[in-house]
């Protein structure tokens, strides 16, 4: 992974000239401000058509096992990039049949023709649809965020970094009695786990109550940034999750995951869980590529 | 940046795999066959490799001798056992050093160098060694929890509590184990004469928050977490 391809994929990640209408790029439904996450409660695309779900935040994503909210499958970030590059019901950059016509228009750019070239340095025609998917995937292995108030606390050191009210969140929210991080769990407060094989990450999908079928636990690092929430953006807040947990704590049914809260939460621990998930924001993750536009 | 350091302990750990030393013990590194490889016509590599395993052998013995030491009520037996570690210890010492000039690229030996140099009380040697092997393999994290307590030895408690933090994101286990020879340090700072600095106290409530955050964040870093998140 050269700093030449990181480089090339960031511009790329920008490029409206990968779009069908000439407006469009992956930062369209991931801007770096968002934590790479939109504030639309389901994405739309280049021709206006709505997508099932919600965009999700592209945080520490070079450690997913899987991809998506709801694909077990999608193992890497270059397949991944097939789906907004090529998906066509509905579309989202539309570039189907139009990969060699993109390419053709990128390598006739000579600040492209240079960047690729020198990206890729053995390739005589290094422009081409597979290395635009090679660099933006070297460039979104770059998307590290661990700088939060929190990882300053727990792993810095700093003991002043985290608010009294966010130290006992981050205390509920690692209890049994809330249960958060028995799904929200390991570095990125994620599903993030091979299964028994190995494999799929089938292990990191879960229901909290907010879906009909199983969903991807996503990571909660940035979260105050990435509302709306839920794979169909159905909460407009923090608050409003929260609330939900609560309401999921107060009539607990038997197909409720056993994770999940057993009570529901007082007015004063809703405060804590939400100063904790504050405390996950990383300033300088942000700032980093905020710059970009 | 932390977190790069968080992510490459803990894949390194994972493709690294072997060799697992064990901390305060060691795996043997394996031997050439015997009788195939007369030791004169032996790599250097592979001198040293016999070298650092007689040594470690030894380093076990030690160990043990150590701890019977301190087991035993009887003063006599407590005088044999220790001036017996204290001479294998010494011996080891003698081997690892031999096969760190051998080979100066194995962080193991380096490693061991530094431990029985700290049981021989030779701190700032132990330190510079475990410096020596961290140089080589940044994420040694038996270097790192040894090298703590060898901070701990001369009294260098900043420096200490980075080895934890340090320890912290990749072998809990590990961190674990230097939280609670810090705590003897205090507990043996208040047992001296004169008391206890106010420095300790603040190292003490520095040591107690700790407690508290590991043990709330058993999930985060929890054994295998760190190496199964890739």
């Known amino acids: ?22 407006n469009y790029s992956c930062a369209s439904c991931h801007d770096p401000a968002r934590a790479f996450s939109d504030a639309r409660r389901v994405a739309i695309g280049a021709t206006g058509q709505a997508l099932p779900h919600n ?108 608010s009294p009210e966010a130290k006992r969140g981050m205390a509920l929210f690692f209890s049994g009695r809330a249960g958060c991080a028995g799904c929200h769990s390991g570095f990125n407060f994620a599903g993030n786990w091979r299964d028994a094989q190995g494999q799929t990450g089938r292990a990191s999908f879960a229901n909290n109550g907010a879906s009909s079928i199983p969903i991807r636990v996503p990571t909660l690092r940035n979260v105050a940034l990435t509302a709306p929430y839920m794979h169909d953006g159905r909460f407009a807040t923090l608050d409003a999750v929260l609330e939900h947990y609560s309401a999921i704590g107060a009539r607990v049914r038997p197909d409720y995951d056993p994770r999940l809260p057993r009570s529901p939460f007082t007015a004063d621990e809703r405060a804590d869980l939400l100063s904790f998930l504050n405390s996950l924001t990383d300033e300088s993750f942000v700032k980093r590529f905020a710059q970009l536009r | 940046m932390r977190i790069a350091f968080l992510i490459s302990s803990a894949t390194l750990m994972l493709t690294l795999g072997s060799p697992a030393f064990a901390n305060g013990g060691g795996a043997m590194h394996p031997a050439p066959p015997p009788g195939q490889l007369p030791p004169r016509e032996a790599t250097p590599a592979q001198r040293a490799t016999a070298l650092y395993n007689d040594a470690l052998h030894l380093t076990k013995k030690a160990d043990r001798a150590q701890e019977t030491a301190t087991a035993a009520t009887d003063a006599g037996k407590k005088d044999k056992a220790a001036h017996e570690a204290n001479d294998e210890y010494t011996a080891a010492h003698a081997k690892f050093e031999q096969a760190t000039q051998i080979d100066p690229a194995m962080p193991e030996a380096w490693n061991y160098l530094g431990y029985t140099s700290r049981k021989l009380g030779r701190y700032l040697d132990a330190l510079a060694a475990y410096d020596k092997a961290l140089s080589l393999k940044p994420s040694y994290a038996d ?69 508290q955050i590991s043990a709330q964040t058993a999930s985060l870093t929890r054994a295998g977490t760190a190496a199964s998140w890739r």
Request: aromatic letters at 10%; hydrophobic letters at 45%; charged letters at 20%.
């Open chain 2, 143 to 211: 270097a790192l929890e040894y090298r703590g307590e060898a901070y701990l030895a001369v009294n260098h408690v900043p420096d200490a509590k980075q080895a934890y933090l340090d320890l912290y994101a990749s072998n809990r286990a590990l961190a674990e184990k230097l939280l609670n020879a810090m705590k003897a340090w205090v507990t043996a700072q208040r047992a001296a004469p004169g008391g206890a600095s106010a420095g300790v106290e603040d190292f003490d409530h520095w040591i107690q928050e700790r407690v």
């Open chain 1, 55 to 162: 965009a999700m935040a592209l945080v520490n994503v070079a450690y997913n096992v899987s991809f998506g909210w709801a694909r077990p499958q999608v193992h890497s970030l270059e397949t991944q990039m097939l789906e907004p590059m090529l998906n066509e019901h509905p579309v989202e950059l539309g570039m189907k049949g139009r990969e060699a016509a993109v390419s053709g228009r990128l390598a006739a750019d000579p600040d492209y023709a240079r960047d690729f070239a020198a990206a890729f340095p053995p390739e005589a025609a290094p422009v081409t649809f597979g290395n635009v998917v090679k660099a933006i995937s070297a460039f979104e292995r770059t998307l590290i965020s661990g700088n939060s108030p929190f990882d300053r606390y727990v792993f810095g050191g700093e003991h002043q970094a985290l």
């Open chain 1, 1 to 22: 992974m050269s700093d030449a391809k990181v480089a090339l994929g960031r511009r790329l990640f920008f490029e409206p000239r990968l779009s069908v209408t000439g």
